[in-house]
């Protein structure tokens, strides 16, 4: 065990072309949410044009990828709530993976998860700590 918790060792070498693919994807959607993520309607689970926008980005690599699933996870801040911001998040995820049904992809490649303010990545005590936790993660597998 390392300090800061157990290491996980998922990794593995691209062994085919589907792998290959799928290792493109990932990059792909890396590289569209590394200075942006899913907006929302304020206090809502609407997608903001800006969020259908970033939305459209993602399902134009899933296009190129037709074997990788998609888990949507959604996260909070820890303003307000505790039950509400869970609520709120499940409901957040549930509205991207329904757009992006809208959008072609297949239902069963999909699954919404909430997770209110269970995991922060940055501090809640400032503004800026409280924007990087409002989020939406995207994990990509087969």
């Known amino acids: 065990l390392w300090p800061w918790g157990p290491v ?7 062994s085919g072309t589907q792998d290959r693919r799928l290792l493109v994807c990932r990059t792909r959607f890396t590289n569209i949410l590394a200075n942006d ?3 929302f309607e304020f206090g809502s689970a609407d997608v903001s044009p800006e969020g259908r926008a970033l ?3 993602l399902l134009a ?3 190129d ?13 820890n303003v307000g709530d505790p039950a509400s911001n869970l609520t ?12 992006m049904e809208r ?26 700590g ?8 995207f994990r990509i597998g087969q």
Do not use: F, K, W
């Open 8 to 14: 996980n060792n998922d990794l593995r070498v691209a």
């Open 37 to 39: 993520t899913v907006h």
């Open 55 to 57: 939305l459209d980005q």
């Open 61 to 63: 690599v899933l296009s």
């Open 65 to 77: 990828c037709p074997e990788a699933t998609i888990r949507v996870e959604a996260h909070s801040d």
């Open 88 to 99: 709120l998040s499940q409901a957040r995820a549930e509205s991207v993976t329904s757009y």
């Open 103 to 128: 959008g072609g992809m297949d239902a069963q490649r999909l699954s919404a998860t909430g997770y209110g303010e269970s995991r922060p990545v940055a501090s809640n005590s400032t503004d800026e």
């Open 130 to 137: 409280r924007a990087e936790n409002r989020r939406v993660d």
